[in-house]
T-cell receptor, first 112, second 113 residues
């Protein structure tokens, strides 16, 4: 079962920041939050991940609340090519390994 | 381009048949994971292979099996195909266990009729 809940869809104007929320209220202390996106007809693409602290890379920023029950992915200057389904994922430990538990994702549409 | 290639890209099979899907992982990656993605849903973890051994499995029946070869490429085999097996099958490779930053292939679209 998915451990995350996300809005089904969102719109954002081109050039503006896109803020994608995610709830993961049952996350455990050692479980990471990952974000991937999937552009139509392609395989998912890794964006960013984090545990407690906020993270930033060349693609996006990840803001995790202090209680770790929710997070926000920020695309600072959205372009039309950022239109995709964005998945917020929790990495859980299973036996001696880890699994990514995916939800249904948010369909983000960037409008000109 | 992620360096992960899957074949074939599309496949149509009849219920009850068997199918083999293939994946070549990115150079330097020793871990391969397989996912099933039904239309409109997120990917569901099938299993992971690390150094040629199954190393983690999701909630899929034994008729879903796999192999990893010494060059770290991998196969997913599905026996006794059912209509509900129709989906996009994704392969992802990573440098090590833990499903850290994984690189996905384009997937194989399987249709069971």
């Amino acid at each position: 079962d998915a451990k995350t809940t996300q809005p089904t869809s969102m719109d954002c104007a081109e050039g503006r920041a896109a803020n994608l929320p995610c709830n993961h209220s049952t996350i455990s202390g050692n479980e990471y939050v990952y974000w991937y996106r999937q552009i139509h007809s392609q395989g998912p693409q890794y964006i960013i991940h984090g545990l407690k602290n906020n993270e930033t890379n060349e693609m996006a920023s990840l803001i995790i609340t202090e209680d770790r029950k929710s997070s926000t992915l920020i695309l600072p200057h959205a372009t039309l090519r950022d239109t995709a389904v964005y998945y917020c994922i929790v990495r859980v430990a299973v036996d001696s390994n880890y699994q990514l538990i995916w939800g249904a994702g948010t369909k983000l549409i960037i409008k000109p | 381009e992620t360096g992960v290639t899957q074949s074939p890209t599309h496949l149509i099979k009849t219920r009850g048949q068997q199918v083999t899907l293939r994946c070549s992982s990115q150079s330097g990656h020793n871990t391969v994971s397989w996912y099933q993605q039904a239309l409109g849903q997120g990917p569901q973890f099938i299993f992971q292979y690390y150094r040629e051994e199954e190393n983690g499995r999701g909630n899929f029946p034994p008729r879903f099996s796999g192999l990893q070869f010494p060059n770290y490429s991998s196969e997913l085999n599905v026996n006794a195909l059912e209509l509900d097996d129709s989906a996009l099958y994704l392969c992802a490779s990573s440098r090590r266990q833990g499903n850290t930053e994984a690189f996905f292939g384009q997937g194989t679209r399987l249709t069971v009729v």
